[in-house]
């Protein structure tokens, strides 16, 4: 008696599952995971539809423009922002330690994303996170006392200013020859003409002076106090 064959598994044509339907949540998700590993530079249309495994195009149904994906991506990582202000006030009253402290973990949040912090000064993000950040700073700045439009104004400028500050920061750490270029600049304020530029001298070494740290925390008080003590044009008592 024959031996009787074992009939084979059929092998599917298939070579991988079908494809996750595309989604904003989606792309932004991996737009994020290609600027962890590699950077925001890398991250272009066309590589993030190799990554989706789908046509550039497609993305243009979700993202207008590379501006609208970057703030989208801004967004999801101001997810990551540290609202409590616990680390700024020990008993939960003290308003501006904690504004100072909120402030403070959006900067470090764009510190450990360079690229991110330069896209940021112009990005406009819109998203959930986006706006638990706001609401947050209102909450605390209006706590000062000082007059709804004064706050209304204060909150853009307290994110102006802490995101050129990581913008600066991460490119004078991140940019190949910013470092020299940053010391090229110090080296002609300390070597100007007294005569020819007294300001500058009678203020050296002043004007670079400090650590990163205490130019941070000088500037929040500058900016809160200018806020809360200044009126808005027209609005003078």
């Keep these: 008696m024959g031996v009787v064959g074992v009939r084979k598994e059929p ?15 989606g792309i932004v998700d991996t737009v994020v995971r290609i600027m962890r590993a590699e950077g925001l530079e ?49 008993d939960g009253e003290d308003w501006r330690g904690q504004l100072r402290a909120v402030m403070t973990s959006y900067t470090l949040m764009l510190f450990e994303h360079p690229q991110l912090a330069r896209s940021a000064l112009v990005a406009r993000p819109s998203g959930e996170n986006y706006l638990r950040l706001v609401e947050r700073v209102l909450d605390l700045l209006s706590r000062s006392g000082a007059g709804r439009e004064q706050v209304a104004w204060g909150v853009d400028k307290l994110l102006q200013d802490a995101t050129a500050t990581a913008a600066e920061q991460a490119t004078r750490e991140h940019e190949p020859g910013s470092e020299d270029d940053w010391s090229a600049a ?52």
């Excluded at 092998?11 to 949540?25: F, M, N, T």
């Excluded at 989208?72 to 609202?83: F, M, P, T, Y």
């Excluded at 070494?205 to 808005?232: C, K, Q, Y």
């Design 186 to 237: 110090v080296g002609a304020l300390r070597a100007v003409d007294e005569t020819a530029y007294p300001a500058i001298s009678a203020h050296l070494p002043h004007l670079v002076s400090g650590t990163a740290e205490d130019r941070m925390r000088w500037s929040f008080d500058v900016l809160v106090n200018g806020i809360t003590g200044t009126p808005l044009p027209g609005r003078a008592d």
């Design 11 to 25: 092998v599917s044509r298939r070579e991988r599952p079908a494809k996750p339907a595309l989604s904003r949540r």
């Design 42 to 90: 890398k991250v272009t249309m066309r590589r993030l539809a190799q990554e989706l495994d789908t046509g550039p195009a497609s993305l243009y149904v979700y993202v207008a423009n590379t501006a609208e994906l970057h703030a989208a991506v801004l967004d999801a990582l101001l997810g990551e922002v540290d609202l409590s202000g616990r680390e700024g006030s020990q």
